[in-house]
T-cell receptor, first 110, second 111 residues
Framework: GENVEQHPSTLSVQEGDSAVIKCTYS??????FPWYKQELGKGPQLIID?????GEKKDQRIAVTLNKTAKHFSLHITETQPEDSAVYFC?????????FGTGTSLTVIP | DADVTQTPRNRITKTGKRIMLECSQT?????MYWYRQDPGLGLRLIYY???????NKGEISDGYSVSRQAQAKFSLSLESAIPNQTALYFC??????????FGPGTRLLVL
């Protein structure tokens, strides 16, 4: 099956700075890569996703990039705000299953 | 109302007891999933179902069973709970080709 690695496991940034979270995957057949945000006491919620036929996607302060050759994808958050503090998970879809990274706990310091 | 609901939200049980976690969805999705979340391990798939007559084991199905009572309902059972099944459990739903939508989670403590 697919193996997804996510780094870093914790990340602290000053408000207004950028945050980058990176994931690698093992199976070149994976074709869909969502990112989820999990706030305390809640289930993960999709914040952005990218399919394998696209190299980059942006939604306001959030962007995702995909390098299929290197099998890695990254989440970029610009102009971070305290409400961005949460745990972020990447995932890769192989077949009908989603394989998740181990999560990144992001803290935005006011 | 929430699209994906889970009951109970919190549960404390004793070793050896049988418990059931329930998931309901109003999104009309055919695919439903059960995951467990442990600190530092992310989300791991327990079982998934593509319709009422379809049940598939995930990465960590040992010690668990599921029932898809209807398109909108998917239950997870622990036949004889053990302490290392203490975790946060999430149900998720999905339509073909789309992303997953998660419920709010059930926090389970097995003493």
């Amino acid at each position: 099956g697919e193996n997804v690695e996510q780094h870093p496991s914790t990340l602290s940034v000053q408000e207004g700075d950028s945050a980058v979270i990176k994931c690698t995957y093992s199976d070149s057949a994976s074709n869909y890569f969502p990112w989820y945000k999990q706030e305390l006491g809640k289930g993960p919620q999709l914040i952005i996703d990218i399919r394998s036929n696209v190299g980059e996607k942006k939604d306001q302060r959030i962007a995702v990039t995909l390098n299929k050759t290197a099998k890695h994808f990254s989440l970029h958050i610009t102009e971070t705000q305290p409400e961005d503090s949460a745990v972020y998970f990447c995932a890769a879809t192989y077949g009908n299953q989603f394989y998740f990274g181990t999560g990144t706990s992001l803290t935005v310091i006011p | 109302d929430a699209d994906v609901t889970q009951t109970p939200r919190n549960r404390i049980t004793k070793t050896g007891k049988r418990i059931m976690l329930e998931c309901s969805q109003t999104k009309g999705h055919d695919r439903m999933y059960w995951y467990r979340q442990d600190p530092g391990l992310g989300l791991r798939l327990i079982y998934y179902s593509f319709d009422v007559k379809d049940i598939n084991k995930g990465e960590i199905s040992d010690g668990y069973s599921v029932s898809r009572q209807a398109q909108a309902k998917f239950s997870l059972s622990l036949e004889s709970a053990i302490p290392n099944q203490t975790a946060l459990y999430f149900c998720a739903t999905r339509a073909e080709g789309e992303t997953q939508y998660f419920g709010p989670g059930t926090r389970l403590l097995v003493l």
